[in-house]
């Protein structure tokens, strides 16, 4: 209940971005080398409401239209780890600390991702090509029409998407609440380094949307999980899982 306000809002804003930033102006600024495609990259990233399994789709057309691999990367890191729905459903239960460190964590692990891929890529850059023109009479409509499509995806659409991991989340979130002890993660686990490598092998593998990560990890700090080490979850939780590393390997390759 404490969330739903935010919830709903970040819906709304998604729903928003949904229909104002088009694909094609994404791929269009995301194209050639240097570190400006990559800034953008990252920026464009952060507040899209894409799970780590619904943005390879996405990175991999920007791929097909002329975006370097250190662009896509970047896109890959940077938008799974947050979204303008996780932003506030972090704010309403992390607090204003982890809801404005987190976007600026997942912007700067793009970006660097990004860096490293463009130096150590060994293989030519493939000749850019233009993003296809819109030709279907549905690309254009008026405004309601914008509207109307941006509520039905901010409202229907994106909940059914995340519905189903947001209640596994909570379903988590409860059980850690109600079997581990409080004081179990701190005693076991201690502070500094251990906690986080921990935290980063478990959310690694794992599947988890950003939004669901918010209530698992409001679950650990409550037994005590240090904040640095809640923030690598939130960070490897949503932004890489099993699958993803499957489809990125065979299209990007190892560079």
Known sequence: AEMSPYLLFGFFVAGMLSVLV????????????????????????????????????????????????????????????????????????????????????????????????????????????APPKCTDTCCGGGKTNKIISGLKYGFIALPRDIGKTMLVGLAIAALISAIVPDGYFADKLGTGIVPMLVMMVLGIPVYVCATASVPVTAALILKRITPGAALVFLMTGPATNAASFVTIWKVLGRT
Request: with cysteine.
């Open 22 to 129: 088009s694909q094609e102006l994404v791929e269009r600024h995301l194209g050639g080398s240097g570190i400006w495609p990559l800034l953008k990259a990252s920026i464009f990233g952060v507040p899209l409401p894409l799970c780590s399994c619904g943005v390879i789709p996405v990175s991999m057309s920007l791929h097909k239209h002329g975006a370097s691999k250190g662009s896509v990367i970047a896109f890959l890191l940077s938008t799974p780890q947050t979204g303008v729905d996780s932003i506030f459903v972090t704010l309403s239960l992390l607090g204003p600390i982890f809801a404005i460190f987190r976007p600026i964590a997942a912007f700067v692990t793009g970006t660097v991702g990004g860096i490293f891929v463009n130096m150590f890529d060994r293989t030519a850059q493939s000749d850019e090509q």
